[in-house]
């Protein structure tokens, strides 16, 4: 049974930082390019970032570019999320997505073909 589990979302102070985790199972992880993806009440979902099959290759929307940083860990099965410098605009529910194997990354939620639950980040005084 293929699972994706984020956990790490909570309230934050603007300027403070969170780290979010995506747990995988079920599925050859290391084949997948991993996404971050958010999408905040009213507002459609936006790739936020995206880390290549090898962790060669990483990409960010320009909003997060500079405050946010992908990362993976293929022998634990698990893909991270360091936010920091965040803004009140980051409130959202960020959700982790598998590509299809070997396609690389993209920003987009085409050919996501596994997606997690989503963990809520707010950030607010």
């Known amino acids: 049974q293929v699972q994706l589990v984020e956990s790490g979302g909570g309230l934050v102070q603007p300027g403070g930082s969170l780290t979010l985790s995506c747990a995988a199972s079920g599925f050859a992880f290391s084949y997948h390019a991993m996404s971050w993806f958010r999408q905040a009440p009213g507002k459609e979902r936006e790739g936020v970032s995206c880390?290549?099959?090898?962790?060669?290759?990483?990409y960010y929307a320009d909003s997060v570019k500079g405050r946010f940083t992908i990362s993976r860990d293929n022998a634990k099965n698990k893909v991270y999320l360091q936010l920091n410098s965040l803004k009140p605009e980051d409130t959202a529910v960020y959700y982790c997505a598998a590509r299809r194997p070997f396609r690389g990354c993209a920003l987009s939620s085409q050919e996501h073909e596994y997606w997690g639950q989503g963990t809520q980040v707010t950030v607010s005084s």
């Open positions: 880390i290549s099959e090898s962790d060669e290759s990483t």
